[in-house]
């Protein structure tokens, strides 16, 4: 880091640090009154949008503005929503944004997070099992069951985030929820979380953040790999990130977005 480069930051630390106690006070004030109303309150629609209400509350109170481009092509029966994952912040961002009937697809390490695991239980949130295969085959088939009964779902495809921007590779499961189903796949784009909550652990930043709906999917005739394959170059193509499963062992990029999200999986 240049001279003023480092007098810069210098000067900003005691600024950025207010602004970072300031957003933890929100935070957990924010959630406190949240995790009330989801204690008491007896309906789960109820419970989502008191949920929709406290993250969009808490976004505004952290001066972190969403804009959400083209909420319309949301389709206004059962689909399943797939986005990239950059942040912790990525899933209040998308319980601010989705309509409440949506409920959320989240790795079961999450279940044993203090509070975290409450409010997502109170929110019908779906855990899945990612390193036991046996139970992880069973939470699939609990996914499977619920979306068939009409269920619409957002599952973050990549299953995890890294420090690096740019997509990972997509997992199956999202897909073949939507084939069971027979509701579109919708494709959705997060951006500036990772700036707002740096995955490295870094201060948190207020700055706008942006959720991007892009062209719903029909589920067929694709195979859930193939329906994969078409949301991850439709995402990919959005985001203006790297693919950071190209390139593993080559320094030729595959050809296209479909090679490269075949090769990653």
């Not at 789960?44 to 969403?66: E, I, V």
């Not at 079961?108 to 949130?125: C, D, I, N, Q, W």
Request: glycine content about 8%.
């Amino acid at each position: 880091m240049n001279p003023p480069a480092t007098l810069r930051a210098l000067a900003l630390a005691p600024a950025r640090l207010a602004y970072a106690l300031w957003s933890a006070l929100a935070f957990v004030g924010v959630g406190l009154a949240a995790l009330l109303l989801l204690a008491v309150l007896p309906a789960l629609a109820r419970r989502r949008s008191a949920a929709r209400a406290a993250a969009r509350a808490f976004l505004r109170l952290a001066g972190m503005p969403l804009r959400v481009r083209f909420p319309e092509r949301i389709p206004p029966g059962q689909c399943v929503v797939v986005c990239n994952h950059a942040s912790y912040l990525d899933g209040i961002v998308l319980t601010a944004a989705l309509p409440p009937r949506f409920g959320f697809v989240v790795k079961r390490e999450m279940a044993t997070v203090p509070l975290a695991g409450v409010v997502l239980r109170r929110l019908g949130s779906e855990f899945v099992e990612r390193f036991n295969r046996q139970r992880g085959a069973a939470d699939a088939r609990r996914v499977l069951r619920n979306a068939s009964n009409g269920h619409s779902l957002v599952f973050f495809p990549e299953g995890t985030f890294t420090r690096t921007p740019g997509l990972l590779k997509f997992h199956t499961g999202a897909f073949a929820t939507a084939l069971r189903a027979g509701c579109p796949v919708v494709p959705a784009v997060v951006r500036g979380t990772r700036r707002a909550l740096p995955p490295n652990g870094a201060l948190p930043l207020p700055g706008p953040l942006e959720l991007q709906i892009l062209a719903p999917l029909a589920p067929v005739p694709d195979t859930a790999a193939e329906l994969r394959d078409r949301a991850r170059a439709a995402i990919l193509a959005a985001l203006g990130e790297p693919d950071l499963t190209c390139c593993a062992d080559t320094a030729r990029p595959p050809g296209t977005a479909r090679e490269r999200s075949a090769r990653a999986s």
